[in-house]
């Protein structure tokens, strides 16, 4: 099993700035991606940036060219630097990891416990 332990997150005023961090830990044979999805109040969790082990990145739309997912290969960790925030990226944002447990068989989706991001207007 993969243990996601998220960090950052907190209250920003429109414009601003914030960092996530994530760091998987547990017994697992590799991870495939890492990343991070959001959900907001009354709102279904939706994707907000992935990395692969192709370092092939996925963004939704809406975050292109303000939030920027990075990852730790060797430490399996990842971040998202998150600039020029608006109120609609306010939020609970979940780490996310894919993993295969054994040497064999489809990655499983894992998930932290989420970090609340509020932006102000």
């Known amino acids: 099993q993969v243990q996601l332990v998220e960090s950052g997150g907190g209250l920003v005023q429109g414009g601003g700035s914030l960092r996530l961090s994530c760091a998987a830990s547990g017994s697992f044979f590799r991870i495939t991606a890492m990343g991070w999805y959001r959900q907001a109040p009354g709102k279904q969790r939706e994707l907000v940036a992935t990395r692969d082990n192709a370092d092939a990145t996925n963004y939704a739309d809406s975050v292109k060219g303000r939030f920027t997912v990075t990852r730790d290969f060797a430490r399996d960790t990842t971040s998202l630097q998150m600039t020029d925030l608006k109120p609609e990226d306010t939020g609970l944002y979940f780490c996310?990891?894919?993993?295969?447990?054994?040497?064999?068989?489809?990655?499983?989706?894992?998930w932290g416990q989420g970090t609340q991001v509020t932006v102000a207007s």
């Open positions: 996310y990891a894919a993993a295969q447990t054994r040497s064999w068989g489809a990655p499983a989706a894992f």
